[in-house]
């Protein structure tokens, strides 16, 4: 009967090392996660204020061409397309 309750002692204590890295193991992937989500969350801001300052330089450097203007319109009868 001794035997049977030592087994038993060593199979929990197998269960409660390997419950305990388990956990360990998710913490630090938890850890990992949220250092990566942070990281990206800056990279992500650090994008578009790279390209907005871009538009405003790009804005300074080439300024927008003047609209040429409007083609003086005419009428033009048929009768002289058919000749």
Known sequence: MSLELE???????????LAISSLLVAVVAFALSRRTARQLAQITEMY??????????????????????????????LSQLKR
């Open 48 to 77: 578009w204020q790279l390209k907005f300052d871009h538009g405003e330089l790009k804005a300074k450097v080439d300024p927008p061409k003047a609209a040429a203007p409007d083609p003086q319109q005419t009428f033009v009868p």
């Open 7 to 17: 087994e038993t002692q060593v199979d929990n204590t197998g269960l409660w090392i």
